[in-house]
Nanobody
Framework: QVQLVESGGGSVQAGGSLRLSCAAS????????MGWIRQTPGKQRELVAT???????NYADSVKGRFTISRDNAKNTVYLQMNSLKPEDTAVYYC???????????????WGQGTQVTVSS
């Protein structure tokens, strides 16, 4: 069994910064892509950023230049550095990862529990 545990959410004023972390634990053999998705009530989920096992990154247009995704493969952890935050960044942020785990090393997709980010104007 694999668990993704997020941390680092909170409340901040517009223009501020937050850093989210997501640590994967369990019988992990390897982790492929990792990413962050956010959800606002009444809106569709938005893929914020992704990072491959080799470090290639992609960002939603709405966060380009403000957010940076990174990972520490030794710690099975992905980060999201969020700068110049705007009220429209307010959402629950979920970590997501494709993980090979267990005796059979099957590839499965896992989600964290979500962490709230609130940006006030």
């Amino acid at each position: 069994q694999v668990q993704l545990v997020e941390s680092g959410g909170g409340s901040v004023q517009a223009g501020g910064s937050l850093r989210l972390s997501c640590a994967a634990s369990g019988s992990i053999f390897s982790i492929n892509g990792m990413g962050w998705i956010r959800q606002t009530p009444g809106k569709q989920r938005e893929l914020v950023a992704t990072i491959s096992a080799s470090g290639s990154t992609n960002y939603a247009d709405s966060v380009k230049g403000r957010f940076t995704i990174s990972r520490d493969n030794a710690k099975n952890t992905v980060y999201l550095q969020m700068n110049s935050l705007k009220p429209e960044d307010t959402a629950v942020y979920y970590c997501n990862a494709d993980v090979r785990a267990g005796e059979n090393r099957y590839l499965n997709n896992y989600w964290g529990q979500g962490t709230q980010v609130t940006v006030s104007s």
